[in-house]
């Protein structure tokens, strides 16, 4: 399997590893920490055997994916493991996603994601992980008492293998 995820510049992900941490060091689930899992919206994920192909569409996305701005304005919760904060789906991520769905889809033998599809696309970043319903309580609790909406910007793009992760390309925004 394949992700393509975007990455932010330093403020936002000092604020979203803030809100990471909270959840790890309050719940004692410590997924997100010690898997070392970084602030990010995956924007697509896919399974293909033409790595090759893969790597030269996303090389070719470099001058079609500018930085842009969020509006983080949620909480939420995949039920029952899942804690998140999601940005609204404004034009700039709703044209990045699509730009990224366009650059892969005629890749021989690529499988996209069912949620990562136009219009199926639900943009999130995970705070807490594998959370029991206890620490989802916790986890919900801490979110209520510190989250306030607030603005990001994505600043880069990579693709990365899973299993074992390993990042292929990365391009800067």
Partial sequence: M???SAY?????NKQ?????NQIANKTGNTFMTENRVPP???ISSMETNNEE???SRFG???TKLPQGSLQFVSVGTFFPYVIYVTPVLNAYLQTMAEEVYQAVIDIDGIKIGKYYQPMQWFPHVTLGKTLSKEEMSCAFEIMQNC???????LT?????????YKELAYISL
Avoid: C, M, N
């Fill in 8 to 12: 932010f510049d330093e403020q936002t």
């Fill in 53 to 55: 192909a893969l790597l």
């Fill in 156 to 164: 880069s793009v990579s693709l990365a293998r899973t299993k074992p």
């Fill in 16 to 20: 979203l590893s803030h809100y990471i």
């Fill in 40 to 42: 990010h919206i995956t």
């Fill in 60 to 62: 070719q996305l470099g």
């Fill in 147 to 153: 989250f306030v909406p607030f603005e990001g910007k």
């Fill in 2 to 4: 394949y992700l393509i």
